[in-house]
């Protein structure tokens, strides 16, 4: 019995040691010999456990946690002043869970909630609470259901046959202070916020009393008209009204803020092929536009490409990635992407979308692998007519598609996509509309 417990004790003892062994922590320090790096690795250089970096004067920089070389679990990051800059967690090396990213006074920056380092939300709901208000829309503003507008469309034209518009000379405001032509502008840049591309356009005088008078020959026309004959104007003013109509989106129907939810819906048998005013709306390249009205007809100048440095990007979708409120979208809506053409291939009629349902999976980011069969469509097309930077469109429309119930998380799937250098791409996203 006495010399069983010996050898015991000795093995205990030599586990103990070895892993002692195992474990080393490796501290580097400032000049000054304040710690500037703490961390415990093993026996093949990995990392495991806590990880910790400080500043110059000792303040915490950044804490988080490795596993076999990994990071896992809770990630920080801090300004000097000691304020939280980031605040994220990993899984197997892979952003986790919530990503909250702030300013030293903590205004949020960024929201946003990854699974398995897919993002899935790139802003939270009270981002685009906060941003719409900023824009100046509310929030239960918009359409809900079906044609939004009551109005018309004209088939969209594209760039190769519509050169650059010539600007007219304006003198005074040129619509900018026109209560219509802001309350326009504001849903514009809605639309592009929630879209992902730059949400800052303006309104340009120029761009305007060119709609405007587009607007105005559509009126004595009575009917909708890109390029139409001279109906009696003087040649100047012809000249400038064929410029608005043949340089913009055109719309008959309930006045020029209903006419930008018109251009987003574009799901009518006459558009859906190309959702072309759609994609101007959601041109990243775009500055400036006008808009101009006259009794029910409507202009928005739509060939501004003026925007020399917008944000890069893979892909540009509606209805957006992420949070999709519903109030900017119906059920009989038609979904498209449009891929970054520097970085794809034009799709071909390789290419397929599918929409399938996500399962509930309990709290937390919903995880993409929990998802029911997909939904059946009953349109898809793929249109490469040149519009604006979006040049490509895969369009897709599922049947019976129903938000307003349980069931309002969606993961979307485009295959068949080539890259630039002729490798094989997919593109993926969540679709979760929401009631803000």
Not at 381 to 388: A, M, T
Request: charged share 20%.
């Amino acid at each position: 019995m006495f010399r069983a417990a010996t050898v015991s004790l000795a093995v205990i003892l030599s586990l103990a040691l070895s892993s002692a062994v195992l474990a080393l922590d490796t501290i580097e320090r400032y000049d000054d010999g304040l710690i500037k790096i703490k961390y415990t690795a093993n026996a093949a250089g990995q990392k495991i456990g806590d990880y910790l970096e400080n500043y110059p004067k000792g303040k915490i920089k950044l804490k988080c946690f490795y596993k076999a070389d990994q990071l896992h679990g809770p990630w920080t990051s801090y300004y000097e002043s000691g304020a939280v800059h980031v605040n994220t967690a990993y899984a197997a090396g892979q952003l986790h869970g919530s990503y909250v990213e702030q300013d030293e006074k903590g205004k949020i920056l960024k929201e946003q909630a990854f699974f398995n380092g897919l993002l899935l939300y790139p802003r939270s709901q009270r981002q685009i609470v906060a941003t719409l208000a900023e824009i100046g829309v509310k929030t239960n503003e918009g359409p809900v259901l079906g044609e939004p507008s009551g109005g018309k469309r004209a088939a969209v034209p594209n760039t190769k046959s519509s050169p650059a518009a010539p600007l007219a000379t304006t003198t005074g405001s040129g619509g900018l202070t026109d209560p219509a032509n802001i309350d326009a502008i504001k849903r514009l840049n809605a639309y592009r916020y929630l879209a992902g591309v730059p949400w800052d356009v303006t309104l340009n005088a120029d761009y305007c009393q060119l709609s405007s008078s587009g607007a105005k020959m559509l009126a004595m026309l009575g009917h909708l008209d890109h390029t139409p004959a001279n109906p009696g104007l003087p040649p100047d003013e012809y000249k400038m009204a064929f410029a608005g109509t043949s340089h913009g989106n055109l719309h008959e129907g309930r006045g020029t803020r209903s006419s930008v939810d018109g251009y987003i819906f574009d799901s009518d048998p006459r558009n859906i092929d190309r959702v072309g005013h759609r994609r101007w709306c959601l041109d990243p390249v775009m500055l400036q536009t006008g808009f101009g009205e006259s009794g029910k007809f409507s202009v928005m100048y739509a060939f501004d490409m003026s925007r020399r440095n917008f944000p890069d990007f893979d892909y540009v979708a509606w209805p957006c990635a992420g949070y999709m409120p519903v109030t900017f979208f119906g059920h009989n809506y038609a979904w498209h992407v449009s891929v970054n053409p520097q970085k794809y291939l034009a799709p071909t009629l390789d290419v397929k979308a599918a929409i399938y349902p996500l399962l509930a999976s309990g709290p937390g980011v919903p995880d993409p692998a929990k998802r029911g069969p997909a939904l059946a469509l009953d349109y898809l097309h793929i249109d490469d007519k040149p519009i604006g930077q979006l040049n490509n469109a895969v369009i897709f429309r599922p049947k019976n598609l129903n938000f307003n119930g349980p069931q309002t998380r969606y993961w979307v799937e485009i295959t068949g996509l080539k890259k630039k250098d002729g490798s094989d791409a997919k593109i993926e996203y969540l679709v979760d509309f929401c009631s803000l």
